[in-house]
């Protein structure tokens, strides 16, 4: 079956580091793939994505390159801020179905410090 | 609405009490998933309707879970005889067809005593 898995964390960090969260997968098919992003007190967010093979996503200074040898999708920002601060998940959903069911890596808390 | 909404926000029940969760999509998302996020299994899929039409109910974790979606919006999750390890947050996200972007709502903490 699918399955994701992300760095463990908590990843705590100070302001204007360099921010790396991996992500492995295992899937059938060609998945697409996912960063989701929890800020404290709010909902699950779509942070961005990548629908194939060596595609990049990006959105607010992170990216991730869909690395189709390696089965990763690891999380990059060249220079994080306070609020950054929350935790992210890795997601997949899989082709060959009408409908993109996600299945979700376990979630890293991320705390950026003054 | 402007985003997707659930009720209640926070739900204490008693084990053996029966409850209902509820999901109200953004106006004219056809697509509606319900996921559930603990501490021992991270975030799982339970769900999937398409219209009324439930196509995945693959992550249900025991008959004591149900759902329905009624006129094509809003949906309800339905715990029955209720069990601590059913204490979570219910997560539901609906999109504009099957393989749009999911828009999640804030989720309903669930905690069963």
């Known amino acids: 079956g699918n399955s994701v898995t992300q760095m463990e964390g908590p990843v705590t960090l100070s302001e204007e580091a360099f921010l790396t969260i991996n992500c492995t997968y295992t899937?059938?098919?060609?998945?697409?793939l996912f960063w989701y992003v929890q800020y404290p007190g709010e909902g699950l967010q779509l942070l961005l994505k990548?629908?194939?093979?060596?595609d990049k996503g990006s959105n607010k200074g992170f990216e991730a390159t869909y690395r189709k040898e390696t089965t990763s999708f690891h999380l990059e920002k060249g220079s994080v801020q306070v609020s950054d601060s929350a935790v992210y998940f890795c997601?997949?959903?899989?082709?060959?179905?009408?409908?993109?069911?996600?299945?979700f890596g376990q979630g890293t808390i991320l705390t950026v410090h003054p | 609405g402007a985003g997707v909404s659930q009720s209640p926000s926070n739900k204490v029940t008693e084990k053996g009490k029966d409850v209902e969760l509820r999901c109200d999509p953004i106006?004219?998302?056809?697509?509606l998933y319900w996921y559930r996020q603990s501490l021992g299994q991270g975030l799982e899929f339970l769900i999937y309707f398409q219209g009324n039409s439930a196509p995945d109910k693959s992550g249900l974790p025991s008959d004591r879970f149900s759902a329905e979606r009624t006129g094509g919006s809003v949906s309800t999750l339905t715990i029955q005889r209720t069990q601590q390890e059913d204490s979570a947050v219910y997560l539901c996200?609906?999109?504009?067809?099957?393989?749009?972007?999911?828009?999640f709502g804030p989720g309903t903490r669930l905690t069963v005593l």
């Open positions: 106006s004219g998302h056809t697509a």
């Open positions: 899937a059938t098919g060609y998945p697409s």
């Open positions: 997601a997949l959903s899989t082709g060959g179905t009408s409908y993109g069911k996600l299945t």
């Open positions: 990548a629908t194939k093979a060596d």
């Open positions: 996200a609906s999109s504009s067809s099957g393989w749009d972007e999911q828009f």
